[in-house]
């Protein structure tokens, strides 16, 4: 639903990473079906999926440290037709702190700044759905409860997120419904 924000949470190796590379596309499930606005989704690639409006934020590797703040949120416009500039100021008033960064290589920001800009590209199409795979990992505390604030900020502009997060009783807060995963169950 559009209004909600699930958490899943568990052991490390439960499983909760491959569920969201699983719905993203990047890897094919060996039975059931994915289900997305009521249309079966399996085996769909992560480019047909950000058509549709599936958002994804992996935990690693999720942003271009040789490009420029600017650079990596235009990046998440690749498929936009016309001039992203919209989608740019709505990105800066979510995360005010990027704009004075704006021109500076990601690279050199700190992790919670990257995380910003991470989820800020995967906003730039307007997912109906974001998935965020561990959007506090290996941030400061005073970070932390921003990533959260930011999380129930997009959901109030109608985007929906699935959360795989460590922090359980953080996330669990601000989410409408979680999920335990243990041993890929």
Known sequence: KKDEIIAIIGPNGAGKSTLLKTIF????PKRGIIRFKGENITG???DELVRMGVGYVPQLENVFPTLSVEENLEMGAFIRKGNPQDKLDEVYALFPILIKRRKEKVGKL???MRQMVAMGRALMLDPEVLLLDEPTASLAPLLVGMIFEKIMEINKKGVALIVVEQNAKEILKVS???YVMAMGR
């Open 44 to 46: 769909f690639r992560p």
């Open 176 to 178: 409408n419904r979680g």
């Open 25 to 28: 596309g990047l890897l094919i």
């Open 110 to 112: 700190s992790g919670g």
